[in-house]
């Protein structure tokens, strides 16, 4: 009954908002500086041609740009020490709208902005030229607005400090608005496949499913241990679970955060490492998309494919319900990274990736998938068999939920 009038939810918002989430439809690729002599120079990439707005915000400075809600898909920004930027933060500013904020170390004036739109290879482009002011220029000109994008938010400082959250470059971290976490947040484990779906196997005659559920029940166990979460499993055996009953597991136990665990299998054997993912219209790779095909296609095991129907409402769900959770998705596996990478495990290259992961789907609750190794890699499905090196897996994931969940409540608390 829940699902149904969910869907009836779903139906409706679509009756209503349907032209806005065609308009929506835009990321935020990358994000980079190029310092010149007379200027520095801010290039957003786009997956589209945006209107837009950009203007400075005093006490402290602050450089914004105001864009048509976007999902965020940059990963490491470099800023340059020349010119003043101090951090760089990105959130969303009201329906429909979102906003990147440049923290400026010094008075700053906007010089010029402008979009390029794709052509001759180059994707779509806005341009920001900027550089230093003295106060009595930054106070006679900082309200000037380049662009033409129109919102309902004043330009005051005190919307733009509340509302808007530091990424340093790495997605951003959850925001006021999410839902202040209990007293002991609940997070929800997936030890990936079960049952008659074995998942990949390992050089070793090893299954996935195996592996998943000894690093799920270890995970729990450290967590718990720790006397700050409760820790709930949607699978404690050796059990089949379909991908929309692990998303309805995940809320019906009142997730405060969902990660499914799974080691993946391709046919390049030298390749190895962890990585993380969270959930995207589109694939970040070709080696991605075909990871979630495959991960999606799981409930044909069980006789039943579910995962059309998921598919039918995921970019109402992204572009609707979904925006607030995928950002705090996005932090928190970048998080999951960054502590992996200083726990000594093994990564691949860009390590946050992303794609259409049914089991990803929950709206309301911030969720990843955690790929912990490669069973088609002789020494790393050596490494996930051995419970020592299982432990170091684990250490490195409870120490990046331990980093989330102190932001989320440093920034609940502030």
């Known amino acids: ?58 006490d402290p400075v602050r450089l914004v740009v105001d864009l048509e809600s976007f999902d965020w898909r940059v990963n490491t920004i470099t800023q340059p020490t020349s010119a ?11 329906p429909g709208i979102s906003r990147i904020v440049v923290d400026m170390q010094n008075p700053t004036l906007i010089q010029n902005a402008f979009l390029l739109p794709a052509a001759q290879g180059q994707p779509n482009r806005l341009v920001v030229d900027f550089g230093p002011a003295s106060a009595q220029d930054f106070a006679q000109r900082f309200k000037t607005i380049h662009g033409s994008l129109k919102t309902n938010a004043p330009t005051t400082q005190a919307q733009t400090r509340s509302n808007i959250n530091t990424a340093s470059g790495s997605g951003a971290p959850p925001t006021p608005s999410y839902k202040p976490p209990r007293a002991k947040p609940v997070i ?12 990949a196997v390992g050089a070793n005659r090893m299954f996935e499913k195996n592996i998943t559920l000894a690093t799920a029940r270890e995970l729990k166990k450290q967590l718990e241990a720790s006397g700050r979460y409760t820790v709930k499993l949607t699978r404690n055996s050796d059990k089949f679970i379909r991908l929309s009953h692990r998303v309805k597991k995940a809320r019906d136990m009142g997730g405060d955060l969902f990660i499914s665990i799974h ?9 190895r490492g962890a990585s993380v993912y969270t959930l995207s219209n589109t694939a970040s790779d070709a080696q991605t998309a075909r990871l979630a095909a495959r991960e999606n296609k799981a409930d044909l095991i069980g006789g ?17 319900a979904m925006r607030d959770t995928m950002n705090q998705s996005k932090f928190f596996a970048n998080t999951l990274v960054d502590h992996l990478k200083k726990g000594g495990v093994r ?35 050596a490494n996930l068999s051995s419970p020592a090196y299982r432990k170091k897996i684990v250490k490195a994931l409870q120490r990046g939920i331990d980093a989330y969940f102190a932001r989320v409540q440093k920034n609940n608390s502030g």
């Open 347 to 381: 990564t691949l290259p860009n390590p946050h990736r992303y794609a259409g992961f049914a089991v990803l789907k929950a709206p309301d609750i911030p969720s990843v998938l955690a790929e912990i190794g490669f069973m088609s890699n002789k020494t790393e499905v």
């Open 263 to 271: 080691a993946d299998s391709i046919d390049k054997p030298n390749v």
């Open 1 to 58: 009954m829940q699902r149904f009038f969910f869907h009836i939810f779903i139906f409706l918002t679509v009756l209503v908002c349907a032209p806005a989430v065609q308009a929506q439809n835009l990321s935020v690729n990358d994000l980079r500086f190029g310092v010149h002599a007379d200027k520095t120079r801010m290039v957003i990439e786009l997956s589209r041609v945006s209107s837009f707005r950009a203007f400075m915000l005093s």
């Open 188 to 199: 929800v484990l997936d030890p990936g496949h079960g049952g008659q779906d074995p998942g």
């Open 84 to 94: 003043g930027i101090s951090s760089v933060r990105n959130g969303l500013l009201e």
């Open 304 to 320: 039943v494919d579910l995962t059309h129907e998921d598919e039918q409402v995921a970019d109402i769900l992204i572009d609707l």
